[in-house]
Every structure is written in structure tokens, then in C-alpha cells.
């Protein structure tokens, strides 16, 4: 995720969050198949389900159905203090289809852009894979493994970004380390992600109402004191104009509260715990422009398959993460990634330290993703384990132009490095998309995870 800016990637009207457990709706998750594979065609499929993030979600007093957040302000008498606040609001179950617009079947699951239900206009959202019980979130060990999905974005228009990632949260959600997070991972909490975000409404089991400022460019955000931190690996960031991919890294490990410098906002972005560029491969930027898109080499007017390959330095998971590879299938034709094409960098088409280090100089970008310890940095957060995230959101920072057009701005797009994309610098406007392709959707399907070559 690479916006300056993380006051907001997603959006709900009228909403109100929360920690404790309500009981006026009834929280069951929607279930998701996937397959774990041992070798070439043998795979097993296994029952899973995704559980909304608690961001979302509607959060009242204990007592009875008083808000205790609207808009982007919180009840002052539920929540005069962060403890108080965690003590008297409760958050509930979710209607995933009707007020989401979430829905699975089978080994397809399917977002939508914007949603209006019986009583909210929903924007977004955003999920994580649960474990075969049902209990905790599912954690992932990556290296010398594969991650294979199909995706259908042929509905995702520029400016709006459906992303499959994985983020070093707790897998419980913090229900164990913070007694005050009475919900946990039942119902979606313990968010991080290496933009250290700070519209989370709970951290750490009490609510972030510490210095809470309503969002300048939407009514229905804010950020407070706090931000989450953590490691986060970018799989897949995309709608049908570009795609990136993105290993990102800290200092710190597992899910962590950051505040002031730590959080690296504003100037202070290459200051903080966390690297918040990372170390993309987006074929556009990296100068082949007829690979990815509707009708190119991969037409995204139709469903593929994006295969990701994490490579040790022994080719064994006690190895350190030396390679990250990406290919791709459509109609039955395997694709191999695009290479860069672009003055004074070297050829590459996979993510190494060499093609970071390379691509940070030829671009004049900051090289955070190296001072904190770049792919071995990130093997060590997997090794640990990591939790499946799939999201639709729009970008109130930065119109997602750092995905799919050209950014910055105020530097001429002929510079290396500053063409993302083939969308106009407007496209990405959130009170215009917001209407205008309030239809928008991707669904991710048929993830299989296995040995390397294992699972396409």
C-alpha cells in the first residue's frame, strides 16, 4: 500500500466500531474452499471462511443500540477515555451480502465496490481467511512455497484496488495479548499493515479516540493518536489498468502501536518503524506497457491466474527469502512475467535485493525497504506467520494514482519511474467513483497454496 497519506483506504457511511461483543446480529462467517497441494495435481481442498475486518462494523452501547461512533465522531459520553470507551461499546455481528456486499460460493469469493443496505451506503471492505476451525486467522509460512489465485477484475475500473496481501497480525487478533479486545479475531480485529494506519477505531483493545481528527476529504473517517504496524506483503494490487506487487517491511515484529515519528506521516514518511514504498513490480512502471490491461498479454477483460513463487536462498523453508517470482496463466497458456525495460537498470523480472537496490537508484526513490532489511526481513515475518487479506477499496490520500497512472504529480511522467499506468489523473477521485462505478467488483477464486511448481 503506498499512499502518503493513510487517514483512509476504506470508507463505510453511518458507521460505528467497536471491541466488546454485541448480540443483536448474529456473526456467521461466510465459507471459502481452498487447496493446499503437496505436488503437480495433488491438491486437497480444504473448508475455510472470511470474517469482515471490525472496522466496518456496527458498534453500540452494551446496554442498547446508542451509537457510540457516527459519522467521524465518537460518543463523547460512551467514550470519554480509550478504556471507558472499549468498557461501554460493543461491536456486532454482520450482514456480509446485504450491507457488504460480500459474498462466497464455493471457492469463489466476490467484493463489491459500494453497497446500500437496509440502513448504510457501504464503500469497500475488507476480510481475512480464517483458519479450518473457524477460530483464528489462517497463517502463512511462504518460503520455498507458492500462492496461486485466479482474479476476475474485468469489473475494476481505474482508481479502485482489489488487493490480495499478507499483514503480520496476531492470529488471534490480539484477544490474548490485550484483555480489553474482547472480540478478536471472531470478528475481525488486530488490523497492521506497513502504512501504520491511524483510522483504525481500536488498537490494541482500547479505542483510538486519543487525539481523533474527522477526515478533511470524508465525512465518514478520521485517525487518531495511534496508528498498527506491521510487516506486509503485497500480492496482488490491482484493477484492470495495472498491478503491482510489493513486499514491504519494519523494524519491529508482529503487530505493533505505533504513535508521533514511529508512525511515519507527513515529512517524517522515511522516519518511521515501517517501509511505506516497499519494493514494487509493476510491469508499466518498470517499462513494458502492452503486458497487463485489457486486451494485452494479460487481458484483464478475462479471469487468469496470478502464481507467486517466494524462493530461499536454499531452496528449503529454513532458508532466508531471496527471490520472489511471479508468472501467470490464462486460457490455459502459461505467462511469464514481463521484464524491466528501462535506461540504467539492469534486466530483471522477479523481486531480489539486487533489483530493489537498483530500481531505488535509477528512480531516485528512498531506500527504507534495504535500511530495514529488505527480503530477509521479510521471510523472518512470514517464518513467523502471516494473515490472508482480500479487500476493494478507493484512495482518499492519493486517487490510487501510484498504482495505475502517473505519481507524484509534480515531477514530469517522462521521469523513470513516474508512469504507473494508463489512467488520467483524475480517475481516481472518490466522490466521483463513488457514483459512477458503485457496480465495481473483483472476486478472487481457486487460491491453492503448496511446494514450488506445485499448484498451476
Known sequence: MFPAVSLLAFSLLATVYGQQIGTLTAENHPRLTMQQCTGKNNCQTQQHSVVLDSNWRWLHSTSGSTNCYTGNSWDASLCPDPATCAQNCAMDGADYAGTYGITTNGNALTLKFVTQGPYSKNIGSRVYLMDANDQNYQMFNMKNQEFTFDVDMSNLPCGLNGALYFVEMDADGGKSRFPTNKAGSKYGTGYCDTQCPQDIKFINGQANILGWEGSPSDPNAGSGQFGTCCNEMDVWEANKNGAAFTPHVCSVQGQTRCQGTQCGDGDERY?????????????????????????????????????????????????????????????????????????????????????????????????????????????????????????????????????DSDYPTDVPATNPGVARGACSATSGDPATIENTEANASVTFSNIKVGPIGSTY
Open 271 to 403: 522516519e518511521g518503524i515501517c517501509d511505506k514504498d516497499g519494493c514494487d513490480f509493476n510491469s508499466f512502471r518498470m517499462g513494458d506497457q502492452t503486458f497487463l490491461g485489457p486486451g494485452k498479454t494479460v487481458d484483464t477483460n478475462q479471469k487468469f491466474t496470478v502464481v507467486t513463487q517466494f524462493l530461499t536462498n536454499n531452496n528449503q523453508t529454513s532458508g532466508q527469502l531471496s527471490e520472489i517470482r511471479r508468472l501467470y496463466v490464462q486460457n490455459g497458456k502459461v505467462i511469464a512475467n514481463s521484464k524491466t525495460n528501462i535506461p540504467g537498470l539492469p534486466t530483471f523480472d522477479s523481486i531480489t535485493d539486487s533489483f530493489c537496490n537498483a530500481q531505488k537508484q535509477v528512480f531516485g526513490d528512498t531506500n527504507t525497504f534495504e535500511q530495514l532489511g529488505g527480503l530477509n526481513q521479510m521471510g523472518q515475518a512470514f517464518q513467523r506467520g502471516m494473515a490472508l487479506v482480500m479487500s476493494i477499496w478507493d484512495d482518499h490520500a492519493a486517487g490510487m494514482l501510484w498504482l
